[in-house]
């Protein structure tokens, strides 16, 4: 039969421990001890260890998660956002070339449009993982909801925009 690590003196001072309501790992810092030896000496004492305060750090840790992921598709959004009401503004291209490296630019009326597809497609993913988001909260995330929402109809806007003016957001190559 193996001998437990924790003799007499040890196992005195763990139930000392326990009893002011110190948790599993703080008596196995402690004690010098593995968490696992803790938890069979208190099994074989016939003792739990109050998990309320686990479960209460858990829950709270969940809701800052959940609030993480708030912030980031509301920048998410706004960047995206920003860049489709930008799409139709005037777009600057400039170089730097020749022998002197030289600096030229020239003001278009609007992005090109391979540029306005790249827009159109980062929009795209950021909605698809806004959307991935929000899946994954399910503790009423209403607010989430409204700014994909008011996202999804600044993308068809932006997607309709570009119809009008007789291009395809995605490009040729991509429509079905």
């Known amino acids: 039969m193996a001998r437990s690590p924790m003799n007499i003196q040890t196992r005195t001072a763990a139930r000392e421990l326990f009893d002011a309501g110190v948790s599993r790992n703080e008596i196995a810092r402690r004690l010098d001890l593995d968490p696992a030896t803790v938890t069979r000496w208190a099994r074989s004492e016939g003792l739990e260890f109050d998990r309320s305060s686990t479960e209460q750090a858990t829950k709270a840790h ?13 920048k998410m959004s706004a960047v995206a ?81 570009l119809r009008a003016q007789g291009e395809t957001p995605l490009g040729d190559d991509d429509a079905a």
Do not use: C, Q, W
Request: net charge negative; no cysteine.
């Open 62 to 74: 969940v809701v800052d998660l959940v609030a993480a992921r708030i912030r980031l598709a509301e």
């Open 81 to 161: 956002e920003e860049m489709l009401d930008e799409v139709n503004e005037e777009y600057l291209v400039f170089s730097f070339g020749g022998k002197d490296n030289t600096y030229a630019e020239h003001t278009l009326p609007a992005a090109p449009v391979e540029v306005k597809r790249s827009i159109v497609v980062t929009a795209g993913i950021a909605f698809d993982k806004l959307t991935r988001i929000v899946e994954k909260d399910n503790g009423g995330l209403g607010e989430t909801v409204g700014v994909i929402e008011l996202f999804a109809s600044n993308l068809t806007a932006a997607a309709e925009m």
